[in-house]
C-alpha cells in the first residue's frame, strides 16, 4: 500500500516520508487514532516505504519487486502482530502466525476494519481476543534474526491496547533496545490502555478523524450520488469504516438500533407496569446471548446515543451526527429526557457495565440491572 492510496491525513504523511528521507527514524512509534481514521492503513504504507525506498528508487513505487511483496504482507521483513483467540483452527496457544492468511485477506478487503471486524473474519466474534505472551515470544524470536533483504525490519502492531501484561513486560526490552534498523510501529485506538512503560518509550503520532471531504470523495469515487455520499459521510463522523458499512447496509449499528429503540420503549412503559418490566428482563437476555464484542461495541453505541440526545436537548444541533433509522423513533422526542440531572449518572452506569463485560461479568445479570437502572435515570426531570 502506498501513500497516496491512504485517505487524506497529509500532514502526518509528509512527516513520516520526511523524517525516513533524512534517517530519523524512531525505533518504536505508537500510532494512535479513532477507529477508521486509517492508522492501519498508514502504517502498512509508512512500512513499504522504510523497507522498498530502502531498495533503491527516487519516488514512492519505484522498487516494483519489493512493492509487489508489501502489498500481498509477503515480505520477509514486514512482520504483523495483532489479537487472536483460540478458534476450531487453533485449538491452545494461538498466535498471529496462525492466521496470516485470513489477516492478509482482510487488509485487503477491509483496511479500514475495526476489531470486530477482524473477530467475525476469523470466526471468534464471541471471544475477547488478545495479544498473549506466546505472541511476544514470537516477536521477540523474530526481531532477533537479521534482515532478510539487508535493509529495515518492521513490525507492526496492531491493536497495542489488547496486550496483556505478560506480554507488555515480555516486549519492554526489545522497545528499549531493539536490533538495528528494526522498527516497531504500536497501532492503537485508546493510548491509555497501553502500560506507561510501553507509552513512554514511543513516539506518539495522535491521527486525527478523517474529514467529511475525503470520505465524500472517496465514496464519489465509488459511484454513490453527491446527496448520498453527503448523508453517509456525516454520519460516519470521520470514520471511513462505518462510512463503507453504511453503504453496504452492513453495519452493526442497525442491529443496535433496534436494540436501543425496544429498550428505550420498554423503559418508558416500565414504571408501574410488571408487564414491561419483563420486557426489560427479555431485552438483556437477548443481548446477553451474544459474544462480549458485540455487548462492548452496543454499550459504546448507546454512550454515543446517550450523548447525541443531550447535545440535541441543547439545541447543539450542529455537533449532532448520529440518526435512528428505523421508522417511529424520533431520537429528537427523545432528547428531553436527557439532561443535566441524569446525563452523568447514564454514563457512569454505561462504563460500568463496560467494565464488568470485558471481565467477564454475568452478561445476563448486567444486562438486566443496567436496564433496571438506565430506566430508573429517563424517568428523573429536568431542572
Known amino acids: 500500500m502506498l501513500f497516496k492510496n491512504v485517505l487524506g491525513l497529509e500532514h502526518l504523511k509528509k512527516h513520516l516520508v520526511t523524517t525516513a528521507d533524512a534517517g530519523r527514524v524512531a525505533h518504536a512509534q505508537l500510532f494512535v487514532g479513532p477507529e477508521g481514521s486509517g492508522i492501519l492503513p498508514m502504517a502498512i504504507a509508512y512500512a513499504q516505504y522504510l523497507l522498498c525506498r530502502n531498495m533503491g528508487g527516487e519516488n514512492e513505487g519505484d522498487n516494483v519487486a519489493c512493492n509487489a511483496k508489501c502489498n500481498s504482507l509477503t515480505h520477509p521483513d514486514l512482520h504483523f502482530a495483532f489479537p487472536v483467540s483460540n478458534s476450531d483452527k487453533v485449538k491452545s496457544h494461538a498466535v498471529s502466525d496462525n492466521f496470516l492468511m485470513e489477516w492478509r485477506e482482510f487488509v485487503k478487503e477491509q483496511p479500514y476494519g475495526n476489531l470486530f471486524d477482524w473477530y467475525r473474519h476469523i470466526g471468534i466474534e464471541k471471544k475477547q481476543g488478545q495479544i498473549g505472551v506466546d505472541e511476544a515470544q514470537d516477536v521477540v524470536k523474530k526481531l532477533s534474526l537479521k534482515s532478510y533483504e539487508g535493509g529495515?525490519?518492521?513490525?507492526?502492531?496492531?491493536?497495542?491496547?489488547?496486550?496483556?501484561?505478560?506480554?507488555?513486560?515480555?516486549?519492554?526490552?526489545?522497545?528499549e533496545e531493539p536490533p538495528q534498523k528494526t522498527v516497531l510501529l504500536l497501532l492503537a485506538e485508546d493510548e491509555e490502555q497501553i502500560i506507561n512503560t510501553i507509552r513512554s518509550r514511543c513516539q506518539i503520532l495522535h491521527f486525527p478523524p478523517l474529514s467529511e471531504q475525503y470520505i465524500i470523495d472517496a465514496l464519489l469515487s465509488k459511484?454513490?450520488?453527491?446527496?448520498?455520499?453527503?448523508?453517509?459521510?456525516?454520519?460516519?463522523?470521520?470514520?471511513?469504516?462505518?462510512?463503507?458499512?453504511?453503504?453496504?447496509?452492513?453495519?452493526?449499528?442497525?442491529?443496535?438500533?433496534?436494540?436501543?429503540?425496544?429498550?428505550?420503549?420498554?423503559?418508558?412503559?416500565?414504571?408501574?407496569?410488571?408487564?414491561?418490566?419483563?420486557?426489560?428482563?427479555l431485552w438483556s437476555d437477548e443481548v446477553a446471548k451474544t459474544g462480549r464484542e458485540v455487548q462492548k461495541k452496543?454499550?459504546?453505541?448507546?454512550?454515543?446515543?446517550?450523548?447525541?440526545?443531550?447535545?440535541?436537548?441543547?439545541?447543539?444541533?450542529?455537533?449532532?451526527?448520529?440518526?435512528?433509522?428505523?421508522?417511529?423513533?424520533?431520537?429528537?422526542k427523545f432528547a428531553p429526557f436527557v439532561h443535566e440531572n441524569n446525563i452523568l449518572d447514564i454514563v457512569e452506569e454505561l462504563e460500568t457495565a463496560i467494565f464488568h463485560v470485558e471481565r467477564n461479568g454475568n452478561s445476563k445479570l448486567i444486562f438486566t440491572d443496567l436496564s433496571i437502572k438506565l430506566t430508573r435515570l429517563l424517568h428523573i426531570k429536568a431542572a
Open 152 to 175: 529495515y525490519k518492521v513490525l507492526i502492531l496492531w491493536m497495542a491496547e489488547k496486550m496483556n501484561i505478560s506480554a507488555a513486560n515480555k516486549l519492554l526490552k526489545l522497545i
Open 223 to 281: 459511484g454513490v450520488s453527491a446527496s448520498d455520499a453527503h448523508t453517509i459521510a456525516q454520519e460516519a463522523n470521520g470514520n471511513f469504516n462505518k462510512a463503507l458499512d453504511l453503504l453496504n447496509k452492513d453495519s452493526e449499528d442497525l442491529v443496535f438500533e433496534r436494540w436501543f429503540v425496544q429498550w428505550v420503549r420498554s423503559a418508558f412503559k416500565a414504571k408501574g407496569n410488571k408487564g414491561a418490566v419483563q420486557e426489560l428482563i
Open 298 to 332: 452496543f454499550l459504546g453505541y448507546c454512550l454515543t446515543m446517550m450523548r447525541q440526545a443531550l447535545l440535541l436537548n441543547y439545541m447543539a444541533n450542529d455537533l449532532v451526527y448520529a440518526r435512528i433509522h428505523l421508522e417511529g423513533f424520533d431520537l429528537n
